[in-house]
């Protein structure tokens, strides 16, 4: 099990070779809170065009955000389409998150915010029921400035292939807490989008397409192909060859 400044490292390294491939992130303000949420809570596993796409959807077909807020999950899952990933826990989440909102500040417009610190805001929206703690993260990151490092199911699949949490010990909320200590404020959000980046277009839900990603030295859960296995078991021997010519060197020093 790596331990702590390991994970640190391999999520520096990770960082830098994605960042190669990658470039830096877009950074643009974000104009309307509401829309930023919905888009984030869109873009798990998929990409973030698909999620723009299902965006454009809902507004051409709800006529405004109150309309979308007292939907029914059947018809919000209907206009994102059977086959979008995860569109009944979205069509659920989305209306969900308006309507507690809604009822706590009668607005559909949430410049309540401002007002808010990084940690009221993130505080606030990690208490409203149903809503994962990604989400939080994102708007207090976001829209207050705080350093947070969200993690959703794409970000959790992507590190824990990588090895660096845990998907079977470790809550979403508890790898956000380990990534925001292990990775600097300053940092944090170039690695999050390129971690985003890469489980969009390579480290998929299924199939992860491994021999074209940058990490596959590193990665345990690298899926090789049989002729980077084979180049592996090949260079064994080469290995043990080595071991025991020193062996044999060092027994023919002693009969000297
Ligand atoms: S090597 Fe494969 S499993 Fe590992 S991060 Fe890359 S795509 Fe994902």
Known sequence: ???????????????????????????????????????????????????EKAL???????????????????????????????????????????DQVFKQHNSMVWDFI???GKVQTRAYFGKLEDVRPFVAAVIARDCAGAHAFPVDGDVARVLSRIGVVDLADQSEAEMQAFLERAVKANRAYELHWLVKRLGEALCL?????????????????????????????????????AVQSKKRKAARKKRR
């Open 56 to 98: 454009a959807r809902i507004r051409e077909h709800f006529v405004d955000l109150n309309d979308l807020r007292v939907s029914r999950p059947r018809e919000i899952r209907e206009v994102l389409g059977q086959d979008f990933p995860r569109s009944s826990h979205k069509a659920r989440v989305i209306p969900r998150l308006l």
């Open 1 to 51: 099990m790596p331990s702590f400044s390991d994970k640190v490292k391999r999520l520096e390294r990770m960082r830098l070779a994605l960042r190669r491939r990658y470039g830096d992130p877009p950074r643009p303000a974000v104009t309307h809170p509401v829309e930023h949420a919905l888009r984030v809570i869109l873009a798990e596993e998929t990409t973030a065009q698909e999620a």
């Open 205 to 241: 839900v299924e199939s992860p397409r491994c021999t074209e990603c940058l990490m596959i030295a590193v990665c345990p859960a690298a899926v090789k192909t049989p002729r980077e296995k084979s180049a592996k078991r090949k260079k064994k021997p080469a290995a043990r060859r």
């Open 114 to 116: 401002e007002a808010m």
